[in-house]
């Protein structure tokens, strides 16, 4: 079993265009997984612009928390998961980082991709 850890931006750039991210998981994803957030994700959403609708959406589709013991970005966080998680992300820079390790992405602002497949 996968645990697919979604990013803040992956979020809040599905809610802008209007992507279907759980949906889009069941399209790409032909294997056991939970979709999962990291509890330093809600904090990141606070601040954002569209951050409570992304909030409502994780409250109302009860996506789990992974919760970190440590102080921390997300994105150290995220990129020190071992290889049963998944990362979901649009962020460049977390891609670049996480380049040998499975992630999904979005690709042409319409769907997700699964990359890094191991």
Avoid: W
């Amino acid at each position: 079993m996968y645990t697919i850890v979604l990013d803040t931006n992956i979020i809040l750039d599905s809610l802008k265009l209007k992507i279907d991210l759980l949906e889009e998981l069941r399209r790409i994803c032909n294997f056991n997984y939970e979709v999962k957030i990291l509890d330093k994700t809600l904090n990141e959403l606070e601040n954002k612009p569209n951050g409570k609708l992304a909030l409502k959406f994780i409250k109302q589709k009860n996506i789990k928390l992974i919760n970190t013991k440590n102080a921390g970005y997300v994105d150290d966080l995220l990129s020190n998961l071992d290889e049963n998680h998944i990362v979901a992300t649009s962020d460049k820079d977390l891609k670049k980082r996480l380049k040998n390790h499975p992630i999904i992405t979005l690709r042409q602002k319409k769907y997700l991709i699964l990359k890094n497949v191991l």
